[in-house]
């Protein structure tokens, strides 16, 4: 009798499964979806950004010699490049609340393919031969492989989607895996600062491991705060709990602490070493805080995060 009753167990068992099976592909397709439109969110903000800057940057130039410090003020130009500028940030902030944080956060090279781009074809500098393949050459190469990047961090991004409502983020913030970060972040922070200030330690690296430290904060509460209010938007009221004001303001302090070291780096060393070298800390330590704070990889399978890392 348990042999005949057995297959059709399995038959009736059957069916479950498969409709278990079939719910799989919608989750995973609504989680790329999500990760598609924080991803384009993100690369139109960062494009934005990048061209409202180079415009700033224009109207600054027309006017270097004019006696009036603030005479960019009256030009079309340096206003426009103010609203896309807004308008970047908007498309930036409001990625967070669609995509992971550790998606997000290494999309910002897409800022610098455009700046690159912008810079060759408006301010039109001249070049000799033997130039050509330093300034040229080797930087369309960087933006192929950056471009390359970008589409395998899309395709291959975490798929941890969860509500930013603040039960959760308060959940997230206590838990040990970000506690036992938190110790160790705090730690790095007060040496960097210890040997900045006290031994004049002013190389480039600490500096901007000081951003970084910081600037990882700052995107774990965007994303949170980005979050919660999106939550908030589609009717479930998420601005009553304090956990969000409290994010609020480390994103203030955080950020403005950030742009503080940022302009000290600047006053000592080229530009573009602060993009490049600030790029990759600020790049690894923000994986690393959202992968611990919003267990962004949590589930995913070795060849998922593989190709991730590539990118």
Same mark, same amino acid.
């Given at each position: ?7 059709? @167990?399995? @038959?009736? *068992?059957?069916? =479950?499964?498969?409709? !278990?099976?079939?719910? *799989? ?13 924080? !991803? ?6 960062? +494009?934005?950004? $990048?061209?409202? =800057? ?11 010699? $004019? ?19 807004? @308008? ?13 944080? $550790? ?8 800022? /610098?393919? !455009? ?22 050459? =080797? ?5 192929? +492989?950056?471009? /390359?990047?970008?589409?395998? %961090? ?25 506690? +036992? ?9 007060? =040496? ?13 690296? /600490? ?31 998420? %601005? ?7 994010? +609020? /303001? ?11 070291? %940022?302009? *000290?780096?600047? *006053?000592?060393?080229? $530009? ?30 070795? @060849? ?8």
């Amino acid at each position: 009798m348990e042999g005949g009753n057995s297959p059709n @167990l399995q @038959l009736q *068992q059957l069916p =479950l499964a498969t409709a !278990a099976v079939s719910v *799989q592909p919608h989750t995973d397709a609504f989680s790329y979806k999500e990760n598609l439109i924080g !991803a384009l969110l993100a690369i139109f903000g960062h +494009l934005v950004i $990048s061209i409202a =800057l180079n415009l700033q940057k224009y109207s600054h130039i027309r006017l270097a010699g $004019s006696k009036d410090s603030r005479a960019y003020f009256k030009t079309k130009t340096w206003w426009c490049g103010l609203f896309l500028l807004v @308008l970047g940030e908007l498309g930036v902030f409001s990625s967070y609340a669609f995509a992971p944080l $550790s998606l997000i956060v290494p999309l910002s090279a897409v800022s /610098v393919i !455009a700046s690159a781009i912008i810079g060759i074809i408006f301010i039109k500098e001249k070049w000799k031969p033997k130039d050509f393949l330093r300034r040229y050459v =080797l930087s369309f190469i960087g933006c192929g +492989l950056a471009i /390359v990047g970008t589409y395998l %961090l899309i395709t291959f991004g975490p798929n941890s989607h969860e509500k930013m409502t603040g039960e959760n983020i308060t959940r997230h913030l206590v838990s040990w895996p970000f506690l +036992l970060y938190m110790l160790v972040e705090i730690i790095i922070f007060c =040496l960097l600062l210890y040997f900045y200030k006290e031994k004049n330690a002013n190389y480039i690296v /600490v500096i901007l491991l000081l951003v970084a430290l910081l600037g990882s904060m700052t995107v774990v509460t965007v994303k949170a705060v980005a979050g919660m209010i999106v939550v908030s938007i589609q009717g479930n009221l998420q %601005l009553d709990y304090p956990i969000f004001y409290i994010m +609020l /303001v480390c994103m203030i302090a955080t950020a403005t602490f950030q742009a503080t070291f %940022l302009a *000290q780096a600047s *006053q000592l060393y080229d $530009s573009s070493q602060i993009a490049s070298i600030g790029y990759i800390l600020s790049t690894t330590v923000g994986i690393t805080a959202g992968a611990t704070f919003y267990l962004d990889f949590t589930g995913e399978d070795v @060849l998922h995060i593989c190709m991730f890392a590539l990118g």
